[in-house]
């Protein structure tokens, strides 16, 4: 089983779900490693987080494919963090917000900034 911090990361990372059909294919292949290596492409997550994602595929769990849906499921399963992220976006610390959420979770930086992002569009924070 993956360490929560990587799970974490899987659930909150977009994968396009192009990527996700062909990783859930070649994973009933019995190929592993390519299927963690096709959700590493493009999607931003790490060798951890893309086992993870592979995981929660395996469990018929789809992974997000936008920001907003990623956004979704940090709410649902880190209400706490949301809540200390958006604190931080109404005193106008964004970096912060940033900051936080990659200490917590295996998110890369872009990956971050974008859900950041939707959550400073959904809450009408500057």
Do not use: F, W
């Amino acid at each position: 089983m993956s360490t929560s911090k990587a799970r974490i990361t899987a659930l909150i990372t977009p994968v396009d779900q192009h990527a996700q059909d062909e990783a859930g294919a070649l994973a009933q292949e019995g190929r592993t490693s390519k299927a963690v290596a096709r959700l590493r492409k493009g999607s931003g997550l790490g060798l951890h987080p893309a086992s993870a994602a592979l995981e929660l595929l395996g469990e018929g769990r789809p992974l997000p494919t936008s920001y907003e849906q990623a956004l979704a499921a940090l709410q649902d399963e880190c209400p706490d963090l949301v809540g200390e992220m958006t604190v931080l976006l109404h005193s106008g610390d964004r970096n912060g917000a940033i900051k936080l959420l990659r200490e917590r979770t295996d998110m890369d930086l872009a990956g971050g900034y974008h859900l950041v992002e939707a959550l400073t569009a959904r809450s009408g924070s500057a």
